[in-house]
């Protein structure tokens, strides 16, 4: 199983493009997220899908969108690139059948916005 | 509201020294608490919870409710320890919302 996937591993973009970054798990999971991860502050949750089919904001949802495209696809989508979004992005899915199993991660997009 | 705070931002020690990785925590209720590492061009991965207690690569931790922390520790620190520690807890919404500290970066030392 290669577990989480991401793509792409690295990405600049300019103020204002759009892009959107590709997470695929191969695990059978129903839950699946999108973190950011920047210098001093750790992971924050952007979105969550708890369940194929539904998606949810988490603490840093705004200037993002996500699609779960279906039980092993979620995207995350930049619709006007900002400077401030310049960051590194997890994916993450989690079985999701019992309230306390784990999260497992992807690699990581890097991400810069000049 | 719930809080996680890992105070040092790098624990630097020598091998063989014992390491103690700050957490402390704010929650509501009995929380669950984790310890996530993150080695160097590796993903982050699960090292160890609470409720399983047991110990991980020599690693442990215990949950102490009076001081509401969560410090992780082991007796005597290997090189290949060194990584990013994160500590979490579920957040409002369950696990869907963990919440992580800022992490502290581990530097064992030959």
């Known amino acids: 199983n290669a577990g989480v996937t991401q793509t792409p591993k690295f990405q600049v973009l300019k103020t204002g493009q759009s892009m959107t970054l590709q997470c695929a798990q191969d695990m059978n999971h129903n839950s699946m997220y999108w973190y950011r991860q920047d210098p001093g502050m750790g992971l924050r949750l952007i979105y969550y899908?708890?369940?194929?089919?539904?998606?949810d904001k988490g603490e840093v949802p705004n200037g993002y969108n996500v699609s779960r495209l279906n039980k092993r696809e979620f995207s995350l989508r930049l619709e006007s690139a900002a400077p401030s979004q310049t960051s590194v992005y997890f994916c993450?899915?989690?079985?999701?059948?019992?309230?306390?199993?784990?999260?497992?991660f992807g690699p990581g997009t890097r991400l810069t916005v000049l | 509201a719930q809080r996680v705070t890992q105070p040092e931002k790098l624990l630097s020690v020598f091998k063989g020294a014992p390491v103690e990785l700050k957490c402390n925590y704010s929650?509501?209720?009995?929380?669950?608490l984790f310890w996530y590492v993150q080695y160097s061009r590796q993903r982050l991965q699960l090292l160890l919870r609470?409720?399983s207690r047991e110990s991980i690569k020599g690693f442990t931790a215990d949950l102490n409710k009076g001081e509401t922390s969560f410090h992780l520790k082991k007796p005597f620190a290997q090189e290949e320890d060194s990584a990013m520690y994160y500590c979490a807890l579920p957040g409002n919404g369950g696990y869907n919302k963990l919440i992580f500290g800022a992490g502290t970066r581990l530097a064992v030392h030959p």
């Open positions: 993450a899915s989690r079985p999701g059948l019992a309230g306390t199993d784990t999260q497992y």
């Open positions: 929650y509501s209720g009995s929380p669950e």
């Open positions: 609470h409720i």
């Open positions: 899908s708890a369940s194929e089919g539904t998606t």
